[in-house]
C-alpha cells in the first residue's frame, strides 16, 4: 500500500508557517487548500505548491485570469465556487511570485503561509505584501 501523504483534516498540524510559528487555517469559507481543509499545506504530488494564503482582489484575479487560470468563473464539477475579492485562497508560490514581479500581487497572510513558500518566494516580498501591514 502506497504511503497516504494527507495531513489530519484541520489546522496546521506539525507544519510551520514562513515566520516559523504553527501554520494558521487559510480560510474555510470558501475552502481551500491542495487538501481542502483550509491549509496551505503541501506533499511532493503539489507540482503548483499550494502554499501562499493570499487575500483575493479584483486585479489579481483578473491578471491570473490572463495567465489562463481563472479563479472567478464556479466550476460545480469541482466543487469549486469561484473567487471574489477579499476571498482568501491558497494560491500556487510561482505564481503569486509572478505577480509580485509585475506589481500585481495580492495581500497575504503571513501566519497561513506554508514554510515551502520560502523555497521560491523571498521572505521580504511576502513580508511587504503582509495583510495585516499598514
Same mark, same amino acid.
Given at each position: 500500500?502506497?504511503?497516504?501523504?494527507?495531513?489530519e483534516?484541520?489546522?496546521? /498540524?506539525?507544519?510551520?508557517? *514562513?515566520?516559523?510559528?504553527?501554520?494558521?487555517?487559510?480560510s474555510?469559507?470558501?475552502?481551500?487548500?491542495?487538501?481542502?481543509?483550509?491549509?496551505c499545506?503541501t506533499?511532493? /504530488?503539489?507540482? $503548483?505548491v499550494?502554499t *501562499?494564503?493570499?487575500v483575493m482582489?479584483?486585479?489579481?484575479?483578473?491578471?491570473?485570469?490572463?495567465?489562463?487560470?481563472?479563479?472567478?468563473?464556479?466550476?460545480?464539477?469541482?466543487?469549486?465556487?469561484?473567487?471574489?475579492p477579499?476571498?482568501?485562497?491558497?494560491?500556487?508560490? *510561482?505564481?503569486?511570485?509572478?505577480?509580485?514581479? *509585475? $506589481?500585481?500581487?495580492?495581500?497575504?497572510?503571513?501566519?497561513?503561509?506554508?514554510?515551502?513558500?520560502?523555497?521560491?518566494?523571498?521572505?521580504?516580498?511576502?513580508?511587504?505584501?503582509?495583510?495585516?501591514?499598514?
Amino acid at each position: 500500500m502506497p504511503f497516504d501523504h494527507r495531513p489530519e483534516p484541520g489546522g496546521g /498540524g506539525g507544519d510551520r508557517n *514562513v515566520l516559523g510559528g504553527p501554520l494558521a487555517d487559510c480560510s474555510h469559507d470558501p475552502k481551500t487548500g491542495y487538501f481542502r481543509d483550509g491549509c496551505c499545506r503541501t506533499m511532493p /504530488g503539489d507540482h $503548483g505548491v499550494h502554499t *501562499v494564503c493570499a487575500v483575493m482582489t479584483d486585479e489579481f484575479l483578473k491578471f491570473t485570469q490572463s495567465r489562463g487560470n481563472d479563479l472567478s468563473t464556479p466550476r460545480p464539477e469541482f466543487d469549486f465556487p469561484g473567487l471574489r475579492p477579499g476571498d482568501r485562497w491558497c494560491l500556487c508560490a *510561482v505564481r503569486w511570485l509572478e505577480a509580485y514581479e *509585475v $506589481g500585481q500581487a495580492p495581500k497575504v497572510v503571513l501566519a497561513a503561509c506554508h514554510s515551502k513558500t520560502l523555497d521560491i518566494v523571498p521572505l521580504e516580498a511576502l513580508t511587504s505584501h503582509a495583510a495585516d501591514a499598514n
